[in-house]
C-alpha cells in the first residue's frame, strides 16, 4: 500500500501536528517502507526562510518522477524528513497558484459547495497549498503507475482543497481528512463563550457566521462530508464534530508518542543534568540572584492561547501556590512564543521576569498578570516565574536549547486547558519522565482517565475535572498537586517520575498505530466500491 499524507507542518515545526506526524512516521515506514510520501510547503522557496534543519534534499530520490514533475511545471524539491524513519518528503512551492485562485474557488464551489467567497487572512495560502499538494500527490500516484492500493491523508482545514482534488482527479485513491480541532470549537472557546455548559445549543453554520470565519468552517466540513473515512484525535473531538460539522467522525485515532525521541540511560541522565545547570541558570540571570540548590522547576509551553491553553490558570495556581508559602523555592517557567526582538543582552537588567525583549511590553498578557497578581521575583518569593517569549528550536539566543532538551530537566509540568483536542504536552512530559497536571477537557487527559480513573501527580498525571464554571476548584487543584510534590523526598520523586513514563509507554505509536490501519481501511474500502 502506498500512504500520502500532508499537512502545513510537514518539515515545519509550528505544534502539535508536527508532534503528530513526526512521531508516527517510524511505524508508516515499517508498514510500507518508502512508500510513504509526505507533503510539506518549501517555505524557503516561498518565504525566503532559512534552510529547514527538518529536511535535507534528495536529487537521486525519484529521479524519474522528478523530470516528470518538471515537465509538469510542478515546483518541488524532493528528500528525506529528518525524523525517525526518514520517510520521504516533497517540498512544495504552490505560488503560481494564485493566479488561478479565483477559478480555483469557483469550481470547487461547484463541485463541493465550499464557501470562499467570504475568505480573508490565511485562507488562500492554505486552500492552494492544499490544491497544489493534491496535483502533487496525483502526479507521484500516475506515475508509479501501480495495482497497490493508494490512500492520501489531510491533516486539518488547511489541506482540505487536496481532498477535494484528489476525489475529483483520481478517484480511486481512498482519502483520509483529519480534523485535530473544529475551527468553530477552538474560535467559540477563544472568543470567551462557554463552550460546555451550553455545547448541545451551538449550529456549526451559525457560529461561523457570527465568529467570521465562514471560509474556513465550509472548507472544514465540506472535507469532512467528502473524505473517504473523517477522523479526529479524541472522543471530546468527535462531539464537536457530531455537534459542529454535522458529520460523525468514522473512526478516532488518538496521537501516539514515539519514543526514540528521549534519550535512554547514561544519556538521559547527563540531558537531564546538562538542562537542569540551563534552567537555573537562565533563571538566576533574570531573577538578578543565587538560587537554592533544591529549587524545583516546572512550567507551562504551547501557542500563546491564553485561556484555551489555560496560561490564565497556571498563572492564578502559582499565586495560590505562593499564598501557601512553599518550602521550597519554585521556579515556574513559562515557554511561550510571543512578540518579541529578540534576546536581552544584559538579563535582569530591565526587568526581571522575561529572558527576550517584548514588543509592547506593558500590554504584554503575563506582564499584567504577574503584576496583577504581585508574581514580580522578589528575592523573599519562594514561587518565580520565568517568561520565555521565544521558539525553542536551539537558536533562541538564551538557551540555545530545544524544547525538548529542556523539558528533559524539568520536575513537572502544567498545562491546565481549556479547550485541547488531544494535548500533546502533557505526552511529551510524561514521556520524558516528568510527571504532569492537565485537565479532562484535553484528549490526552481524558484517555487517562479511562485508563486508571481519579488520578493525582504521585500517579504521574493528575487530571483536573474542569468545567466553565469551577475556576476555583481547578486553581486550587494545581496550587496543591505541585505543593504537595515539591514536599515528597528525592526517592518518592524518583518513584512518581517512573509512573509518568509508564502511563506514556501506553500511548507510544506501536500501540496506536493499528487504529490508524483500520482508518486506511476504511477509506480504501470506499475507494474500491468507487471503482
Known amino acids: ?40 510547503p518549501d517555505l524557503e522557496a516561498i518565504f525566503g526562510a532559512a534552510p529547514s534543519p527538518y529536511f535535507t534534499e534528495v536529487k537521486s530520490l525519484l529521479p524519474a518522477w522528478q523530470k516528470q514533475a518538471q515537465k509538469e511545471g510542478l515546483k518541488v524539491r524532493v528528500g528525506r524528513w529528518n ?126 457566521e457570527e465568529l467570521n470565519m465562514t471560509s474556513k468552517h465550509s472548507a472544514e466540513r465540506e472535507a469532512a462530508h467528502a473524505a473517504d473515512c473523517f477522523t479526529t484525535v479524541s472522543e471530546i473531538t468527535a462531539k464537536e464534530c457530531k455537534q459542529l460539522l454535522d458529520k460523525p467522525v468514522d473512526i478516532v485515532t488518538p496521537n501516539g508518542f514515539e519514543p526514540d525521541f528521549v534519550a535512554k540511560g547514561k544519556a538521559f541522565g547527563e540531558k537531564r543534568e546538562t538542562a537542569r545547570k540551563a534552567l537555573r541558570q537562565v533563571a538566576e540571570r533574570v531573577c538578578g540572584y543565587s538560587l537554592p540548590e533544591d529549587a524545583m522547576y516546572c512550567c507551562i509551553s504551547g501557542r500563546f492561547e491564553w485561556k484555551n491553553k489555560g496560561i490564565d490558570a497556571y498563572m492564578h495556581a502559582l499565586r495560590a501556590l505562593a499564598d501557601r508559602q512553599p518550602e521550597r523555592t519554585i521556579v515556574a517557567y513559562l515557554m511561550i512564543p510571543g512578540w518579541h526582538a529578540g534576546p536581552k543582552n544584559i538579563l535582569g537588567q530591565d526587568d526581571h521576569l522575561t529572558t527576550h525583549s517584548l514588543c509592547d511590553y506593558r500590554n504584554n498578557p503575563v506582564v499584567q498578570q504577574a503584576q496583577q497578581l504581585g508574581l514580580w521575583n522578589r528575592p523573599d518569593q519562594h514561587v ?106 528525592a526517592e518518592e520523586q524518583e518513584q512518581v517520575r517512573k509512573n509518568a513514563w509508564a502511563i506514556s509507554e501506553k500511548a507510544e505509536w506501536k500501540h496506536f498505530f493499528p487504529i490508524y490501519k483500520e482508518a486506511y481501511q476504511i477509506a480504501l474500502k470506499k475507494a474500491n466500491a468507487r471503482k
Open 83 to 208: 525524523i525517525p524513519g526518514r520517510p520521504i518528503a516533497v517540498l512544495i512551492d504552490f505560488r503560481d497558484y494564485y493566479a488561478e485562485k479565483d477559478k480555483i474557488y469557483f469550481h470547487v464551489w461547484e463541485q463541493f459547495g465550499v464557501k470562499s467567497h467570504a475568505a480573508y487572512g490565511d485562507y488562500d495560502e492554505s486552500s492552494l497549498f492544499g490544491y497544489y499538494a493534491g496535483r502533487v500527490m496525483e502526479s507521484i500516484y500516475r506515475w508509479l503507475d501501480t495495482k497497490e492500493e493508494c490512500v492520501a491523508h489531510f491533516n486539518e482545514w488547511q489541506t482540505a482543497f487536496g481532498l477535494f482534488y484528489i476525489r475529483e482527479h483520481a478517484p480511486k485513491i481512498g482519502t483520509l481528512f483529519t480534523t485535530h480541532a473544529t475551527g468553530i470549537g477552538r474560535s467559540i472557546a477563544g472568543n470567551g463563550k462557554p463552550l460546555y455548559d451550553f455545547f448541545e445549543g451551538y449550529n456549526g453554520n451559525q457560529m461561523a
Open 1 to 40: 500500500m502506498y500512504i500520502f499524507e500532508t499537512s502545513w507542518e510537514v518539515c515545519n515545526r509550528v505544534g502539535g501536528i508536527y508532534a503528530v506526524l513526526s512521531t508516527r512516521a517510524a511505524e508508516m515506514q515499517r508498514m510500507a517502507k518508502d512508500k510513504v510520501f509526505f507533503v510539506g
Open 384 to 489: 518565580k516565574i520565568i517568561y520565555v517569549p521565544s521558539y525553542l528550536n536551539g537558536d533562541d539566543g538564551i538557551f540555545n536549547m530545544p524544547y525538548y532538551d529542556l523539558l528533559i530537566g524539568m520536575d513537572a509540568t502544567v498545562f491546565p486547558s481549556y479547550y485541547e483536542p488531544w494535548g500533546y504536552t502533557p505526552l511529551e512530559s510524561a514521556a520524558f519522565h516528568v510527571p504532569t497536571v492537565t485537565t479532562n477537557l484535553s484528549g490526552f487527559g481524558q484517555w487517562v482517565e479511562s485508563l486508571q480513573g481519579e488520578s493525582h501527580i504521585e500517579s504521574g498525571v493528575e487530571v483536573v475535572g474542569r468545567t466553565d464554571s469551577n475556576w476555583h476548584e481547578v486553581i486550587t487543584r494545581i496550587a496543591d498537586a505541585l505543593l504537595r510534590y515539591s514536599r515528597l523526598t
